[in-house]
Nanobody
Framework: VQLQASGGGSVQTGGSLRLSCAAS????????MGWFRQAPGKEREFVSA????????YYANAVRGRFTVSRDNAKNTVYLRMNSLKPDDTGVYYC????????????????WGQGTQVTVSS
């Protein structure tokens, strides 16, 4: 299975972007799809996650209230809507699929997308 992340770009502070993550196989199922990001010179960090079934969504404190994760199971695509973007949100954003329960732990994710660059200028 391959994950394809897209939707990154350059925006000014306060702008919005919507990232997409599509799985190459429509029959692919997982427990959680997560979003992580890596800023220049920093380690990759958890941003958000959503369960394959049900409504639970999870967010890092830094993005709660500004980012919204959603999914379209028919398209096997997960989205990350990012509003009120700040320069600190700059980084490469990765989507990843987890078969398991520890959605906040990067090392537990098995499948990773290639990343999409988000740049927020002040």
């Amino acid at each position: 299975v391959q994950l394809q992340a897209s939707g990154g770009g350059s925006v000014q502070t306060g702008g919005s972007l919507r990232l997409s993550c599509a799985a190459s196989e429509r029959t692919f199922t997982y427990d959680y799809m997560g979003w992580f990001r890596q800023a220049p010179g920093k380690e990759r960090e958890f941003v958000s996650a959503i369960k394959w079934r049900g409504s639970p969504t999870y967010y890092a404190n830094a993005v709660r209230g500004r980012f919204t994760v959603s999914r379209d199971n028919a398209k096997n695509t997960v989205y990350l809507r990012m509003n009120s973007l700040k320069p600190d949100d700059t980084g490469v954003y990765y989507c990843a699929a987890l078969i398991g329960t520890q959605y906040y732990t990067e090392s537990k994710y098995t499948y990773w997308g290639q990343g999409t660059q988000v740049t927020v200028s002040s």
